[in-house]
């Protein structure tokens, strides 16, 4: 049975930092690719960043470029997001998704398989 495990939310203040992880269970996903999504109060949830979990490619928001990086660490079957100058509308629920495979495709949370339960980031202004 797949699990991801996030951690690392909290409470920040504006211009803070905060690392999340997620820590995956149940299979290797070294083969695909995992992102972080984020779901605001009364908004949809949104793409936030993803990593093809063989290359190291990245992709991300427009809204977290620059601020934002996510890493992997494969023999931990890990996923990292740092996240650097944070600012109030960052607040949110995040979420880890990993595909199957790796589709070719990552910015839509329908074209991923797995999911955490999310961790809250509250960001003080």
């Known amino acids: 049975q797949v699990q991801l495990v996030e951690s690392g939310g909290g409470l920040v203040q504006a211009g803070g930092s905060l690392r999340l992880s997620c820590a995956a269970s149940g299979r290797t996903f070294s083969n695909s690719a995992m992102g972080w999504f984020r779901q605001a109060p009364g908004k949809e949830r949104e793409f936030v960043a993803a990593?093809?979990?063989?290359?190291?490619?990245?992709y991300y928001a427009d809204s977290v470029e620059g601020r934002f990086t996510i890493s992997r660490d494969n023999a931990k079957n890990t996923v990292y997001l740092q996240m650097n100058s944070l600012k109030p509308e960052d607040t949110a629920v995040y979420s880890c998704?990993?595909?199957?495979?790796?589709?070719?495709?990552?910015?839509?949370?329908?074209?991923?398989?797995?999911w955490g339960q999310g961790t809250q980031v509250t960001v003080s202004s």
């Open positions: 998704a990993a595909q199957q495979i790796d589709r070719g495709t990552y910015y839509y949370r329908w074209v991923y398989d797995y």
């Open positions: 990593i093809r979990l063989s290359v190291g490619s990245t």
